[in-house]
């Protein structure tokens, strides 16, 4: 599957299953917001792992930084939907890949938390991630992300990226804190305002009366 992505067919497959990947999000979601930036150049990215999005907005944010990047995702994952390969997916097992590919240039992702919890506080952390970027040399990118439902018909995302960390630096602190910022920031918010700082980096599906506003103006 790996040689078939260099192919012209499998860049092809890819561009296809991209596509459905943006489709799936914007039909879904009301939007993504994003607060931060990312640092170019290779990096090992750790998130939190609460919704059934979290892979597609990883595969998102690469997408808007124009970077490739590898999700190491559980086997059983994987022969479910072998599909994801062609986005570049990596059984966790397969760290020599994964090294190899962060050496060429491109990202690794990763949930630390090692499994989908509940929507809470971050649970504790398996050691990969920091192994990676030791192995490689590369920093850790903490993104701190939530699916919520608010004041609109449908959930919308929110991802908080915090300043890149040195391979030996306190992940598990660094993402915590910043979960704990995002839903803070959230709590304080109005349901129906963009957070502070935020920017909407991809619009979906708005609200049935959002749709109907233009039109209810015009008989005013």
């Known amino acids: 599957m ?18 459905f990947l943006l489709l799936s999000l914007k039909g879904s979601l009301r939007g993504v917001y994003l ?3 990312v640092p170019k150049g290779p990096l090992v990215l750790a998130m939190n792992h609460h919704s059934f999005f979290d892979g ?18 559980a086997e059983e994952n994987l022969k479910a939907f072998p599909v994801l390969r062609l986005l570049g997916a990596l059984e966790a097992r397969r760290v020599r890949e994964a090294l190899r590919r962060l050496k060429e240039g491109a990202w690794v992702a990763l949930f630390p938390e090692g499994e989908m919890r509940y929507p809470g506080p971050l649970g504790p ?16 990118l903490p993104v701190a992300c939530r ?5 609109f018909e449908h959930p919308e995302a929110f991802l908080l990226v915090a300043p890149p ?7 598990e602190g660094a993402l915590r804190g910043l979960l704990q910022e995002l839903d803070e920031t959230l709590r304080r918010t ?7 700082g935020f920017r909407e980096v991809l619009r979906g599906r708005r609200s049935l009366e959002e749709r109907l506003s233009p039109l209810v103006r015009l008989f005013r």
């Open 2 to 19: 790996e040689a078939l992505q260099e192919r012209p067919l499998g860049k092809l497959l890819s561009a296809i299953v991209g596509g």
């Open 147 to 151: 699916v919520v439902l608010r004041g």
């Open 35 to 37: 607060k931060g930036e």
């Open 165 to 171: 960390l040195s391979p030996d630096g306190d992940l």
């Open 190 to 196: 109005h349901p129906r305002k963009t957070p502070e």
């Open 56 to 73: 597609h907005l990883v595969w998102l944010l690469s997408r808007q930084k124009r970077r490739t990047a590898s999700l190491l995702v």
């Open 125 to 140: 952390l398996k050691p990969g991630a920091a192994w990676l970027a030791r192995r490689a040399g590369v920093p850790l």
